[in-house]
T-cell receptor, first 114, second 114 residues
Framework: NAGVTQTPKFQVLKTGQSMTLQCAQD?????MSWYRQDPGMGLRLIHY???????DQGEVPNGYNVSRSTTEDFPLRLLSAAPSQTSVYFC?????????????FGPGTRLTVL | GEDVEQSLFLSVREGDSSVINCTYT??????LYWYKQEPGAGLQLLTY?????DMKQDQRLTVLLNKKDKHLSLRIADTQTGDSAIYFC??????????????FGKGTKLSVKP
């Protein structure tokens, strides 16, 4: 099992550009989520999905879109990048069913918006 | 809303015990978690405790839960330089119909001096 994989590892964008951060998991997990990590802020939830075709907003969803067409993939789209979106982005997955169980994290994508 | 609070820094000498503290607000959390993040890496689940437990021990790690005070602690015995990392406390968010998303504290940076 590869676990949770994320691409790219690093990315530099100019303000206004768009891009998609890729996330895939091979554990057949129903629940997937995206977090951003900023210095001194911990991890904040952007969007999450409890299964294919179902997505919902987290704490900081503005400026980001997601879709979930398959169980394995959960891409995060930045439609028009802004410097405030400079951050480290983590994708995570776990089995569904509410509480409990281990949430597996990807290695992260470090994004800089100039 | 839910909140998780941690002190930001802790410095100990190699061989000493480290105690990282956390307070949380959601009394309905069934599980509480400790994650470790090494520099440049994703988050790794260290341990978790079920809310009907007071203590859980796993090799050098001891988790204490005071549910009345909503206080969680992680003790690392015989701290080694390899334990230097950021440690995140997390609880499960059940308000507003969310699907058990994790809410993270800002993280405690543990520095171990030789």
């Amino acid at each position: 099992n590869a676990g949770v994989t994320q691409t790219p590892k690093f990315q530099v964008l100019k303000t206004g550009q768009s891009m998609t951060l890729q996330c895939a998991q091979d554990m057949n997990h129903e629940y997937m989520s995206w977090y951003r990590q900023d210095p001194g802020m911990g991890l904040r939830l952007i969007h999450y999905s409890v299964g294919a075709g179902i997505t919902d907003q987290g704490e900081v969803p503005n400026g980001y879109n997601v879709s979930r067409s398959t169980t394995e993939d959960f891409p995060l789209r930045l439609l028009s990048a802004a410097p405030s979106q400079t951050s480290v982005y983590f994708c995570a997955s776990r089995t569904s069913g509410g509480d409990g169980g281990e949430q597996f994290f990807g290695p992260g994508t470090r994004l800089t918006v100039l | 809303g839910e909140d998780v609070e941690q002190s930001l820094f802790l410095s100990v000498r190699e061989g000493d015990s480290s105690v990282i503290n956390c307070t949380y607000t959601d009394s309905s959390s069934t599980y509480l978690y400790w994650y470790k993040q090494e520099p440049g890496a994703g988050l790794q689940l260290l341990t978790y405790i079920f809310s009907n437990m007071d203590m859980k021990q796993d090799q050098r790690l001891t988790v204490l839960l005071n549910k009345k005070d909503k206080h969680l602690s992680l003790r690392i015995a015989d701290t080694q330089t390899g334990d230097s990392a950021i440690y995140f406390c997390a609880e499960t968010d059940y308000y507003g119909g969310s699907q058990g998303n994790l809410i993270f504290g800002k993280g405690t940076k543990l520095s171990v001096k030789p």
